[in-house]
């Protein structure tokens, strides 16, 4: 079994992940690294996770090469964010009247999605959703709780895992 390992850096929202001893730099949450309390808390959650799924954005980048399944992003792919709601923490595929995040952006932060296993299985209410690893952006000093790599990191990143590697944050 391969692991990836996301560890603190000296600053709170700056980190880098271990991959085949190469450390590559990343952001995370403005809050660090912690005990994930609720969903919105910008928190990038300790643990150990499955990687799931990739989306990618077929208009930007050609399909990614990896062994884990991959989704092309639709226009009207949307991620629940909304507690209140049976579909809290899933992909839905058209817009509804919940709190979601729009899959397919104008930005290239989810030019690339890697899903992991964060609050999946089962899904708790209000916990939090959506830890992603996705790309960075010049600008963008920290991410909500994701893990933000630059595009090439990441698809380097996709070459060398697969659905038995574990994401550990430390």
Request: aromatic share 10%.
């Amino acid at each position: 079994m391969k692991f990836i390992r996301l560890l603190k850096n000296n600053s709170k929202d700056l980190s880098y992940l271990l991959l085949d001893k190469k450390k590559v730099n990343c952001k995370i949450g403005a809050n660090g690294i912690g005990i994930k309390t609720r969903e919105g808390d910008f928190i990038t959650p300790k643990g150990i996770f499955s990687l799931e799924k990739v989306f990618f954005r077929a208009d930007k980048i050609k399909k990614p090469k990896t062994s884990l399944k991959t989704k092309k992003i639709q226009k009207f792919y949307f991620w629940c964010s909304d507690p209140r709601t049976i579909n809290y923490n899933k992909l839905l595929v058209k817009k509804v009247n919940y709190r979601c995040e729009q899959l397919y952006r104008n930005d290239s932060l989810y030019d690339i999605i890697l899903q992991t296993s964060f609050n999946s299985n089962p899904v708790r209410k209000h916990k939090g959703s959506a830890i992603f690893i996705h790309c960075s952006e010049k600008g963008r000093n920290f991410t909500e709780g994701c893990i933000a790599l630059e595009k090439k990191d990441l698809l380097t990143l996709l070459g060398k895992i697969n659905i038995s590697t574990k994401l550990i944050i430390d």
